[in-house]
């Protein structure tokens, strides 16, 4: 990749109006706050432009990443040689339509939740406080609570490779355990249909109001983290095996797994990628020697 391919990049993102950063800090993307600069992000404000962007990148063996609020991501302190594309505000119109929300890839999931609260529909009170965007829901089929974007999302549009604009329907996601199709092929979500049932306004936001309760209560939401750093092992937790390990408060040095909440690796005092991986690796260690159980990760690495 050369200067020109980005200077072709900025130019078509200047085109449509959209924000172009050179050299931008990934910490300040991140919910980690972790991660060194990248080549050039832009903040993709249409699925046109992104169509283009992607089809550049690929045309041109320019390599590029998808994010949206960086809540699961452990991004290199060396930063991204590439392009970042960023759904995030820019891109996140919601819509009611009936039962149904239709909302842009960057909308964050929290702003959907109220937008369903406020017309009284229920299904995704589970995602509320969940601080991801909805492309990045979907893409991780993320869940909480005993729901899942399985049980609410009916159809998304996509992008491929090419830059073609796909449509899938729910049954064609294969949304499984933190697991979807677009994370096996390289697709990008650009919009998604929520399908939702008339409900009671004070039952939907008081349920919401517990859950973000119950969130504040076991979460070390005072740190930066990304959420459960491992997934749920079959028939058991992550957070009980690792504190059964001895393993609650150990550290590699500014990260920590927290001593509010053994799931999760925290940044504790400007921990560096280094850090992190330090001690997801001692975690994963002793839980099977231990335990005979490997811990699996969730948190994406992008390096
Ligand atoms: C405090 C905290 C609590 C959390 N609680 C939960 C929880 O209860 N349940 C849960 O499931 N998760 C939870 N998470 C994790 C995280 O918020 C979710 O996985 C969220 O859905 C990620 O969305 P994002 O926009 O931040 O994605 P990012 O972190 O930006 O990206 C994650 C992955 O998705 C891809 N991606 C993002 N947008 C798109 C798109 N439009 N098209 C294609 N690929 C895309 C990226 O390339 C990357 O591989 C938590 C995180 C934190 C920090």
């Not at 339509?97 to 890839?105: F, H, K, L, V, Y």
């Not at 231990?290 to 994406?300: D, P, R, S």
């Amino acid at each position: 990749m050369n200067s020109n391919d980005y200077a072709l990049l900025a130019q078509t993102a200047q085109s449509y109006g959209a924000q172009v950063l050179y050299d931008e800090p990934m910490n300040k993307h991140t919910s980690f706050k972790i991660g060194g600069r990248c080549d050039i992000m832009i903040k993709i404000n249409c699925e046109k432009l992104l169509c283009e962007l992607v089809r550049h990148c690929n045309e041109n063996s320019v390599p590029y990443y998808i994010i949206g609020r960086g809540s699961n991501i452990l991004v290199s302190d060396e930063g991204l040689r590439g392009a970042v594309l960023l759904l995030g505000s820019d891109f996140g119109s919601v819509r009611v339509r009936g039962d149904e929300i239709i909302c842009n890839a960057g909308a964050s999931l929290s702003a959907v939740c109220r937008v369903a609260l406020e017309n009284s529909l229920t299904g995704l009170e589970f995602a509320y406080g969940i601080p991801g965007s909805v492309g990045g829901a979907v893409f991780m089929n993320a869940g909480a609570y005993g729901g899942e974007m399985k049980d609410v999302v009916v159809s998304c549009r996509c992008i491929d490779e090419q830059g073609r604009i796909k449509e899938l329907s729910n049954d064609k996601m294969e949304l499984s355990y933190r697991h979807s199709i677009f994370s096996e092929k390289k697709l990008c979500i650009t919009s998604v249909t929520f399908k939702l049932k008339k409900g009671d306004k004070e039952a939907i936001n008081s349920r919401m109001e517990e859950l973000m309760e119950r969130r504040r209560k076991k979460q070390p939401l005072e740190y930066p983290s990304a959420g459960s750093t491992f997934k749920r092992p079959k028939g058991d937790f992550a957070a009980r095996l690792i504190e059964e390990c001895g393993l609650k408060g150990a550290s590699c040095g500014g990260a920590e797994v927290s001593t509010k909440h053994s799931g999760f690796v925290i940044n504790r005092d400007n921990a560096t990628f280094d850090d992190v991986m330090g001690v997801m690796s001692m975690v994963k260690q002793r839980v099977f020697e231990q335990t005979g159980i490997a811990l699996e990760c969730e948190i994406l690495i992008m390096k």
